[in-house]
């Protein structure tokens, strides 16, 4: 265990990040940034058109790229797409830009799917007019990104992708028998806001593994749950206006928190949504065919969540000051109490009783989804790792992975799954929490053997290219 002090720093970190967020971003009824009414119609269509795609939450707010895409292959970079004619995309057509979000082909070269081309194939040629438009308005920036994308043999052969298109392009299929609303539900899902490139799994090529579509995947560290209508696994028992209230401000109250990138999704995108378009998402998502996983979420059993304590405690970061120092002393005089544990690491932020510091715009972590899976992968996770906020400007959750040990982050899991969560038990030990702490991103294995297969494929070309030699001179000596 860490000294007191770093506890302390914690609560400085809550306080001064309240203070920020007291005017930070409200997320209900946001208006839509580079819109106006001096525009003209086709452009701000096209400001509409980028904030549906989340094109931001890639290539930044800015548009100058530079954000580091984590890909099994290694790390790719956005580039700068503002009008800058050295390094941003000034000199593109309008047939450039279409090839770019349809085919992944920039002008000079191929580009990887970490830019989600194989959603955006299916972008309309309207909406495409109107995003070039758009693009052509923003502020063009000089400047190179940061970081620029390096990846080892056989990947930065970027023809290989012609290959891997084929196979992948594009990664989603019109459904047949859907009203109009859902059409474009189905549309924003599949080829605007691309839920499936974290929502679906993966098969061995990278590609979507179609038939589990939005059935959940992982995501390095995050797990991007089941969001198909199952009951048991997935969002069956959401009602669409759940998932309207979830898209729009990032939380379900006492259901469901966007945290990591999902937080991102709804930051950039989501919440900028008009209603109808919210509505055909959500109507468009109970129509996709249920699939039922092993990540079983057990229902809110709303009896069993806490009743708030005093509203001066729970609310007042300030006046529970006492309550959590007294939890931290007996921490660090070597108590394991499960609560004490929970108290002086999480308390400061979420609260004595889980509801947290709504004027901080701490997360209440009562009864959310991620706490009542089944699998306590996600919440360990969340433990070990910490969540980055959304936005620059959003309260961040620290790791704990040095300050904690298997057992008492365990404790803690278990702790608040039981009193939070409002499950009737709850076991995850040191040793599943040792396992999900070593479990690295696991790489489909065309990818984790790509390398050895190309090699291997030379010397396969080789051994071809000799044997007919060989049989060439044979049949000469012959004659
Ligand atoms: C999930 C992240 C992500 C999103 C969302 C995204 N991009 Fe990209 N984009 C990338 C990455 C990464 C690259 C660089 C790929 C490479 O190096 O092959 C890229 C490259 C590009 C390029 C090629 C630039 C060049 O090098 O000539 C264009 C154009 C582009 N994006 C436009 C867009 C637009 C417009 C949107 C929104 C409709 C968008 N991107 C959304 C990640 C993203
Ligand atoms: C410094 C303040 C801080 C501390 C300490 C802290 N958290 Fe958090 N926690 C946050 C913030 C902020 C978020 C929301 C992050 C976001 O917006 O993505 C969060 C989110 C969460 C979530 C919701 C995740 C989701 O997306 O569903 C859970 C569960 C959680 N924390 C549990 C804990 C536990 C358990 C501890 C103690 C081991 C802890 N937190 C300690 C600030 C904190
Ligand atoms: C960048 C990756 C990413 C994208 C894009 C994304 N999601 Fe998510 N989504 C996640 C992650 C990760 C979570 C878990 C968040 C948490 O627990 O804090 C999540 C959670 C959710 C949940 C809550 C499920 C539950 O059981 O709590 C819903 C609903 C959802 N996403 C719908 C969508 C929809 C609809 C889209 C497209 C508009 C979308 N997501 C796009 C990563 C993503």
Redesign the pocket.
Known sequence: MKPLSVMLSMLAIGITSSAVMAEGVNLPNASLPNVSPANSELVNRGAY??RA???M???GEDYT?G?A?ETPMGE????N?TPSKRYG?GD?TET??KN??QKGR???????P???YPS?SG?KEEDISA?FTY?QTVPAVDEAPKHK?NLPFPFNI?SLMLGWNFLNVPSTEKRDGLNETQKRGEYLVNN?E?CG?CHTPRNSTMGFDKKMYLSGAQLGHWHAPNITPDESSGIGSWSEQDIITYLRTGELDQRAYAGGPMGEAVAHSTRYLKNEDLSAIASYLKAVPAIQTDDKVSAVDVSRLPTPVNESITHDLLAQKDYLAQAKTEVSNGSNSPESLYLAACGSCHGVDGYGQPDARYAPIVGLSSIRREKPDALVNMILHGVEGATDTSPIMPGFSEELNSDQIAGIANYVRVNFGGLTKSEVSAADVDRIANTGVDKPFLIKYAGLLAIIGILVAIAVIIFIIRAILRSKRRR
């Open positions: 058109i980028a795609a989340d094109c939450a890639c290539h790229g954000t895409i790719i970079y956005s580039t797409i995309i593109y450039d830009l770019a979000l920039a002008p000079s070269h191929m580009l990887y970490a830019m989600p955006y972008m995003l693009l994308t970027r605007l691309h490139t």
